[in-house]
């Protein structure tokens, strides 16, 4: 299996999908955010949930960027 990025990678900040994942990104930050002005509580936020987040957008993020064999192909390479 090759890797491949996508033929518009240099554009990708212009894609709905690329900033999506930026939004859930910067969650736990806006997370932080909230607790530090008092809205949530500590209590509120679990421990795991901002390491997997961005584990989880950087995934997404590179998945987005790599070039996807098309399903037409997939099939007749089988």
Wanted: charged share 15%; hydrophobic share 50%; net charge positive.
């Amino acid at each position: 299996m090759k890797i491949e990025l996508i033929d518009q990678w240099r554009s990708a900040w212009r894609l709905y999908t690329f900033w999506m994942s930026v939004i859930v990104a910067v969650m736990p930050d806006l997370l932080n955010l909230a607790i530090s002005h008092g809205i949530i509580t500590v209590d509120e936020v679990p421990g795991w949930f901002s390491y997997t987040l961005k584990c989880m957008t950087f995934a997404w993020m590179a998945a987005r960027l790599i070039k996807q064999e098309s399903l037409k192909q997939a099939s007749q390479t089988q």
